[in-house]
């Protein structure tokens, strides 16, 4: 039966062949309605009107999984910590220490070391006073103080008294960040000295936005915050509910000012230009939303509440750390902290200043600090804007709709192929967002929904398929490959059986020297033969999702692009002769152990417009393709004699399928034809091609150059180098045969370096 005759009467019958009755139909509504269900509560979950808390720790914990698998192997670290570590404590005593010490560390950092920007991550929030110091203050307004051995004492032990003044000499003309701790639910009074605000916001603007918002602060003493104009907050308010530091806000306010954070003050201690910008989205009941902070040139993602996502690059200790007590000591070479940014803090446990992320449980404070000053320098912040709230609802639409509609009418087999295709498409969203675009995306609803809309269908229609798709697939499994009769049982409307124009592929194949095999068997003995090889080659045809159509004796005519529509034809076609070639050689050593001949066959493809549909006559019709571009493909075919290759394809088909490698052999015009067409033969993939191999093919398109150029003695060199290489090439000895007809007989000067085939 004709392809055409077969699919009229599906469309007859397409009732009859796509459901099996109305008990169907409504398990069907059923999986239809609990699908859309789920999708709703979800979308609602997305968009915040119902909030699930198992769908927010997943995605905390998944945003953890992305985070550890995309820690970067290399980096330049622009961070150094000075760490009060117990080494340090150990030599130099429980912590606090005095301030001359800390102001000596200071002098050391900046006149011996020469780093560029010190911050500290503590607070100096009471004055550093010895009870010895407080006895010789009194003593010196006694009668005593004119005492010679008194006023000695008093010199011996100057640089040891007055602590704080001693500390704060050392910050002044330095780049010294001091850090400082707001209290957002904490009403009692305020502590120290606040920093200078961040000028040009008044309070108006500050109110309009999202921002934390103190209530109190624990910050420096006087002396030591009026000796630098540069401070920041190192508390977080908006740690998650599992107590894990993924975000820390960069800003907060407080009483109609705005603050930055440590991390973001010490990068514009750095920067040339630190005027801070803020760019936002447009207002939403009176509130800005907040998605940019800019210093200078730099820009920073944040959500709206000024919060960065930490940026970290690895776990604890990925960052140098430093005793504070070998800076004390210059132990250390000199050229490991030049023009660094550094941060004195504190690794060790006593101390407190552990906290969780998503890396490990305890992690050093200060090197949180360090990964966000890290990430904005280097621009690599991950970005978690408003408008992905807008997305996950997006795609959890489209998924939820589409597997809703999908997965019913599929096979098993299918619905599970579609599922991991839908989970393997999410994940390379999320992949493409996280890693070209710097942007996190919601995945833990989307992959949620898979995975419910494929196990409540399961439930329903395991093993279930279709009398109809099965009937179906009797009646064309000759012609088209199953899955293309999936296909088509559910599109049948889409079906076109009179003639349209499609650009296609069509593929050509035929046994060489057949006339001579089959002069030796039986007519018995020859159709078990033929059928041996166009067995297997039809396989290879269907599983490139090719259409027969026809065989012509030894020979095999197929096509891709119809009767439904492929936007890989060109690719699929060039697969199915490729894989042609193997199955061929692997016919050849079953055909060997049995002492029958063996074969080789010429493959010929072609892309172009091509007229497809219904051809025939009131007695027979087929559905088939007709135009130029077949018979091109068939001249194409007969060509690879000419040429001593298995596989020809035209310039069309290699435009599209730009992976593979091909070697350049001709420029011609067949038989019938005015137009001249460049002609390959396809290697492999580009992936696959070796090395010598990559640099023959190289060479010989640059041979042809020259032989185009008529540069016949450079050419001729060329071509007779790697006709040694590979002596069986045939293409080799065809142009060193030209090159001497040419010495002899010089083309014309309007020479294009077209060559003229006169026979098919």
């Keep these: 039966m004709a392809i055409s005759s077969l699919l009229c009467y599906c469309l007859k019958h397409n009732n009859k062949l796509t459901f099996k009755g109305k008990w169907v139909f409504k398990q069907r509504i059923f999986r239809y309605g609990l699908g859309l269900l789920i999708t709703f509560i979800l979308f609602a979950n997305a968009s915040g009107m119902i909030p699930l808390r198992f769908i927010e720790t997943l995605e905390n914990l998944s945003y953890d999984f992305r985070l550890q698998l995309s820690l970067p192997s290399d980096i330049d670290k622009k961070i ?68 010679e051995d008194f006023q000695r004492i ?32 904490d009403t009692d009074l305020s502590k120290g ?46 740690i998650d509910a599992d107590g894990v530091f993924r975000r820390v806000p960069l800003l907060q306010s407080f009483e109609g000012k705005l603050y930055p954070s440590l991390a973001l003050e010490i990068t514009r201690a750095t920067l040339q230009n630190n005027t801070i910008k803020l760019v936002y989205s447009d207002e939403y009941e009176g509130t800005k939303s907040l998605e940019w902070v800019h210093i200078g040139d730099i820009k920073i993602p944040v959500d709206e509440y000024s919060a960065v996502m930490v940026p970290y690059i690895g776990r604890q200790k990925t960052f140098d750390y430093i005793s504070a007590v070998d800076i004390l000591n210059k132990s250390i070479p000199r050229n490991l902290l030049k023009d660094k940014i550094t941060i004195f803090g504190t690794s060790a446990a006593g101390l407190l200043d552990l906290r969780t992320t998503p890396l490990e449980s305890a992690y050093p404070g200060v090197e949180i600090h360090a990964n966000i000053i890290q990430g904005i320098l280097d621009q690599s912040i991950k970005h978690k804007p408003e408008y992905m709230i807008g997305f996950e609802i997006l795609l959890l639409f489209l998924l939820g709709i589409i597997l809703t509609i999908v997965l019913p009418v599929l096979s098993p087999a299918w ?82 059986l009179d003639g349209e124009i499609r650009n296609m592929t069509v593929l050509f194949t035929d046994v060489r020297g057949f006339t001579t095999i089959s002069e030796n068997m039986e007519p018995r003995e020859l159709t078990t033969f033929i059928n041996a090889f166009l067995t297997p080659l039809t396989q290879v045809i269907h599983q490139n999702r090719g259409t027969i159509d026809k065989y012509m004796g030894d020979a095999i005519m197929a096509f891709w692009g119809a009767p439904l529509k492929d936007p890989h034809h060109g690719r699929n076609a060039l697969n199915a002769g490729m894989d042609m070639l193997l199955a061929i050689k692997k016919l050849n050593r079953d055909f060997k152990a049995k002492g029958q ?33 077949v018979n091109l493909g068939s001249r194409l075919e007969g060509l690879t004699k000419n040429y001593g290759v298995d596989f020809i394809v035209s310039e069309s088909t290699r435009h599209e399928v730009p992976e593979y490698e091909y070697r350049l052999l001709d420029i011609v015009k067949v038989k019938g034809k005015d137009k001249p067409v460049t002609i390959y033969e396809p290697i492999a993939l580009v992936e696959n091609i070796d090395k010598s191999e990559r640099v023959r093919i190289k060479e010989f398109h640059h041979a042809l150059k020259l032989y185009q ?38 083309p014309e000067t309007t020479w294009d370096g077209v060559f003229i085939h006169t026979s098919k």
């Design 80 to 147: 150094i910590i000075i760490d009060i570590d117990e080494k340090s404590l150990h030599k130099l005593g429980q912590w606090p220490w005095e301030r001359n010490i800390l102001a000596n560390i200071v002098d050391n950092l900046f006149d011996y070391y020469n780093i560029n920007v010190l911050g500290f991550d503590i607070v100096f929030a009471e004055k550093d006073e010895d009870p010895g110091d407080k006895i010789l203050a009194q003593l010196s307004h006694s009668p005593v103080s004119s005492n």
């Design 154 to 185: 008093i010199q011996n032990n100057k640089h040891t008294m007055h602590r704080d003044e001693r500390l704060a000499k050392s910050f002044t003309g330095r780049k010294i960040v001091m850090g400082f701790i707001f209290k957002n639910f």
């Design 193 to 238: 000295k606040l920093p200078p605000a961040i000028p040009y916001f008044n309070a108006g603007t500050i109110k309009s936005f999202a921002f934390a918002n103190a209530s109190a602060y624990t910050a420096n003493i006087d002396i030591l915050q009026s000796s630098t104009a540069m401070g920041g907050f190192f508390d977080n308010p908006l």
């Design 415 to 496: 619905s599970t192929i579609s599922a991991i295709l839908a989970i393997g498409f999410t994940l390379l969203l999320n992949d493409y967002a996280w890693n070209q675009e710097q942007v996190i995306m919601p995945i833990a609803s989307p992959l949620i929904l898979i995975v419910l809309l494929y196990v409540i269908n399961m439930s329903y229609g395991f093993f279930i398929e279709s009398r109809g798709k099965r009937h179906l697939t009797h009646l064309f499994g000759q012609y088209v490959p199953p899955d293309l009769v999936s296909e088509m049982s559910r599109n049948l409307k889409e079906i076109n």
């Design 597 to 629: 001949p063996e074969i080789k066959i010429g493959i010929g493809v072609n892309t172009g417009e091509m007229n497809v549909g219904n051809k025939g006559s009131e007695f027979r019709v087929d559905y088939t393709v007709l135009g130029d571009a």
């Design 709 to 746: 150029q008529q540069k016949w003695d450079d050419a001729e060199q060329m071509i007779f180098q790697l006709s040694q290489q590979e002596p069986g090439r045939m293409i080799y000895k065809i142009y060193l045969d030209r090159i001497a007809f040419f010495r002899n007989n010089p």
